[in-house]
Nanobody, 123 residues
Framework: QVQLVESGGGLVQAGGSLRLSCVVSGRTFSSYAMGWFRQAPGKEREFVARISSTGGLRYHADSVKGRFTISRDNAKNTMWLQMSSLKPEDTAVYYC????????????????WGQGTQVTVSS
């Protein structure tokens, strides 16, 4: 069984920064491709970014490209999402996810999910 725990969310003013963390336990972290998703109130969960098992491949959604950066450290079993130039529309619950194959932005491509961490950006 794989457990994912997000942290680092909070309240920040527009233009500010936050760094989210996702710690993975239970299986070999380095074997999983990882992703970040978010869900705003009243909206469907959407893809934010993904990273391959080695960290060599990364992809960010257009809505966050240039502002957010996904990264990972396999020695620490941890993935991060560095968020800068935050906007009120970035307000959402952010989820990390783990899957066996890199390359998908679809939720069904991920097998394990965290409980989420709330990010609120005030204007």
């Amino acid at each position: 069984q794989v457990q994912l725990v997000e942290s680092g969310g909070g309240l920040v003013q527009a233009g500010g920064s936050l760094r989210l963390s996702c710690v993975v336990s239970g299986r070999t972290f380095s074997s999983y491709a990882m992703g970040w998703f978010r869900q705003a109130p009243g909206k469907e969960r959407e893809f934010v970014a993904r990273i391959s098992s080695t960290g060599g491949l990364r992809y960010h959604a257009d809505s966050v490209k240039g502002r957010f950066t996904i990264s990972r450290d396999n020695a620490k079993n941890t993935m991060w999402l560095q968020m800068s130039s935050l906007k009120p529309e970035d307000t959402a619950v952010y989820y990390c996810a783990a899957g066996s194959t890199y390359g998908t932005s679809l939720q069904r491509g991920y097998d394990y999910w965290g409980q989420g961490t709330q990010v609120t950006v005030s204007s």
